[in-house]
């Protein structure tokens, strides 16, 4: 009987120690550790840079390809699926990068906005939105991380387009932040 016993802690013991194995190594997993017994690889190699552009020619979408929500000239036809990374890149005030995604008109009140202005300035500048919303970015989700853009604030302009602010960083996040991205849209509803 005492052997039985003596094998039961042992198996228990054995137990225990495997599934304190397997969670560490879950563990290690998640959080990009490697195994001892596993050997390093190598980097994926860089992609190839694109071709220059040919002088005198513009691109509508950097990327050459058409970005959901755009039609095959660069314009926004659905704002609502636009993603960001099809548009232009720019450089704003106080050094604020942003985008500006499809063709402006050319009495829109957007041309006057610029890439790092306060959402009071730009509505000032624009006028009053038609609708406009809040929601959180994925920054939101990262852990001691007290920098802008945690969430971002959406004016929706019928006819014109729609406008994305950056919110403030730290513990404050009063007003409205930094506009980081112009939506160009003639055919815009007007309400998210």
């Known amino acids: 009987m005492n052997c039985v016993v003596e094998t039961h802690r042992s198996l228990r013991l054995r137990t225990a120690s495997a599934l304190f194995v397997a969670v560490l190594a879950a563990g290690c997993a998640q959080t990009g ?3 001892a017994d596993s050997a390093p690889t190598a980097a994926p190699a ?3 840079a694109p071709a220059p552009a040919a002088a005198g020619t513009k691109t509508a979408v950097p990327s ?3 970005g959901p929500g755009m039609n095959a000239q660069g314009q926004v036809v659905d704002s609502k699926l636009v993603e960001a990374g099809y548009g232009r890149k720019v450089k704003g ?3 604020w990068e942003g985008e500006i995604t499809g063709k402006s008109a050319p009495n ?16 000032d500048l624009a006028g009053t939105p ?3 919303g809040a929601y959180i970015s994925g920054k939101a989700f990262i852990p001691f991380y007290f920098g802008s853009d945690r969430y971002r604030y959406e004016l929706v302009y019928k006819g014109m387009g ?3 602010f950056a919110g403030g960083s730290g513990f404050y996040q009063g007003g409205g932040g930094h506009l980081i991205w112009i939506i160009h849209n003639p055919t815009e509803g007007g309400y998210r």
């Open 64 to 66: 050459g390809k058409i």
């Open 108 to 123: 829109s009140k957007f041309n006057k906005l610029q890439i790092g202005m306060g959402m009071k300035q730009s509505m």
């Open 46 to 48: 860089p992609a190839p």
């Open 93 to 95: 005030l106080e050094d």
């Open 162 to 164: 729609r406008l994305i």
């Open 130 to 132: 038609t609708d406009q």
């Open 33 to 35: 550790g490697a195994k």
